[in-house]
């Protein structure tokens, strides 16, 4: 029984796939547009002294932050890779070959930015005249002693040129771009292991949810089956919600997240800045809107399980807890909003996205969206909806075979959540994105499931940039 439920999933959703390709969601593209690849838009050249994004280098919002001077011989050395490309010109006025160290995130950028040079401005060569400096010749803590950045012009010196030269750098993927002085533009990149670079959208492992009879549990113990406390906005009533997969899964990962507390009633929600969360500037959920977590600022109001006897993992967080019963959150819990008091950076372990059938959770007392990345949550629940369909179709599938198979026998809770664990070797982990991706790239994307890097590739094409957060998902689509 198991077995040809299974065969059957993934003809479903390949069909389900194709349908998505054919007519593309709504979470794929605004208006109009969706469905055609963009126009390529006009560049405007940055102006002397501006810097993109606008934020401090060393900010999350751009390059993050510095790690150490790298010294020659040290065990971080191992960290830069020369840059041998013919179509760049290096200066290396030292002749030591310094230059042409660099990360390979700020070498990838680099190549990037030299093809854009000559497409630019054809039989002109990008130079750059400083890359990983050894000799303390840049201020404390410059990300040239890391080799995370580089100072550039163009082969021909013509100064007029690199307003559009630093423009074309920030479009070539530099975290950090910045139209320095007169003589050179300054560009820079986050760290290869950097929380930054990676922060996509996702809760601590140790973050709880409500699950039907009241119980809390941790994030990380989720199963498929369970069904846990969600809403379909700030101003509706908690209801019980089919947990279906992670979309991001980095359990054994510590990161950077944001801490929002409220005061009354207390409450702490760790999540990182590219995720979703209901928001008002007043306490009428009626004005509630979900952004990304960074926007949220104090005196803004969040919403919140109403209740005293709402824990968090930050209260408590002995493994008892995950037993306690607590009163039906269907019978009588509450929405309420919450004055934001404190916002601030924490460290903590696990990344985990949870996708609900609703596209929302109650977590850690909080409501907050599933999804990340774009400020568009119904078009994200929109693009979802084919996952959900293949969920729902399998299950059907499988209580349908069940039936068949052995007509009025009731299988136990234990068994469904078997079945539902072999639904998940194709919807969940066990799948990866049957395409052309390299080994290195798998391994750097494997965390994400498939259907979210399939939609980011769609919404690529056809999003602009702006629209997504900062810190979003930094990979490739599989091709």
Request: hydrophobic share 35%; aromatic share 8%.
């Amino acid at each position: 029984m198991m077995l040809s439920g299974t065969c059957v999933l993934p003809l479903l959703l390949a069909a389900l796939i194709c349908s998505l390709a054919v007519t593309p969601s709504r979470g794929c593209g605004p208006g109009r547009t969706y469905g055609r690849r963009r126009q390529p838009r006009k560049l405007t050249p940055l102006v002397y002294k501006q810097f993109v994004p606008n934020v401090a280098e060393k900010t999350l919002g751009a390059s993050g932050r510095y790690e150490g001077k790298i010294a020659r011989g040290s065990e971080r050395f191992k960290e830069l890779t020369p840059n041998y490309n013919p179509d760049i010109i290096f200066k290396d006025e030292e002749n030591t070959g310094a230059d042409r160290l660099m990360t390979q995130r700020c070498k990838d950028r680099l190549n990037s930015l030299a093809i854009s040079v000559m497409n630019q401005w054809p039989g002109v060569k990008l130079r750059v005249t400083e890359g990983w400096d050894e000799d303390g010749h840049h201020s404390d803590e410059s990300l040239h002693y890391e080799g995370r950045a580089v100072d550039i012009t163009t082969s021909d010196r013509e100064r007029a040129k690199y307003g559009m030269l630093a423009r074309l750098a920030a479009e070539a993927g530099f975290d950090w771009v910045y139209y320095e002085s007169k003589a050179h533009v300054h560009c820079s990149v986050k760290a290869e292991n950097s929380i930054a670079a990676k922060s996509g959208g996702c809760f601590p492992g140790d973050s709880r949810v409500f699950v039907e009879g009241g119980r809390s549990k941790r994030l990380r113990d989720l199963r498929p089956g369970d069904r846990v406390l969600a809403a379909r906005g700030p101003g509706s009533r908690p209801v019980y919600s089919d947990f279906l997969l992670f979309l991001d899964h980095e359990p054994h990962r510590r990161r950077l997240f944001l801490s929002v507390k409220t005061a009354a009633p207390a409450r702490t929600l760790l999540v990182t800045p590219a995720h979703l969360v209901f928001a008002a500037n007043s306490s009428d959920p009626r004005h509630a809107r979900p952004v990304f977590a960074s926007r949220v600022r104090p005196g803004m109001h969040v919403f919140v399980l109403d209740g005293d006897e709402v824990a968090t993992s930050r209260d408590n967080d002995d493994d008892d807890h995950e037993e306690e019963d607590h009163r039906d959150r269907d019978g009588g819990a509450r929405l309420r909003a919450a004055r934001v008091e404190r916002v601030s950076w924490v460290e903590a372990w696990g990344s985990l996205a949870p996708l609900t059938a609703h596209g929302t959770l109650v977590v850690d007392g909080f409501l907050a969206s599933c999804y990340a990345v774009v400020e568009l949550h119904d078009w994200a629940h929109a693009a979802f909806a084919p996952l959900r369909a293949a969920h729902a179709a399998a299950r059907a599938t499988r209580w349908l075979l069940g039936r068949a198979a052995s007509p009025g026998v009731t299988e136990s809770p234990e068994e469904e959540r078997e079945e539902e664990g072999e639904e998940s070797r194709f919807l969940g982990w066990d799948s990866r994105f049957p395409g052309n991706c390299s080994g290195a790239l798998e391994a750097r994307s494997a965390h994400i499931h498939w259907y979210s890097r399939l939609l980011y590739g769609l919404g690529r094409l056809v999003l602009h940039d702006d629209r997504y957060h900062p810190l979003g998902m930094e990979l490739e689509p599989c091709s």
